[in-house]
């Protein structure tokens, strides 16, 4: 087992977007993965981190990182954070 990255993860949320914060914050972790920018094994912010730098409800970025796990893109360890997945670039429609 490698060990992780913490990263400052790079995105932008804008509230009175057409496009709901949710769908933002999971576009934004694909094109992230994709570009290779994440990594397999990279710790994402946690729920809390993101929805604080933001102003947005946690629940909203909990939705964000469960459609995520859902795809297969990202692993959420119950207690020690939200990682990428080994596979996750594969798990992407790129």
Known sequence: MRPFRFLELKIWIT????????????????????????RPGDRLPSTREIARRFGVHANTVSAAYR????????????????YVCENGRDALDV
């Open 15 to 38: 509230k009175n977007s057409d496009v709901p914060v949710r769908a933002q914050i999971v576009s934004q972790v694909r094109v992230g993965i994709a570009s290779g920018d994440l």
């Open 67 to 82: 459609e995520l796990a859902a795809a297969g893109v990202v692993d959420l360890r119950k207690g020690s954070g939200i």
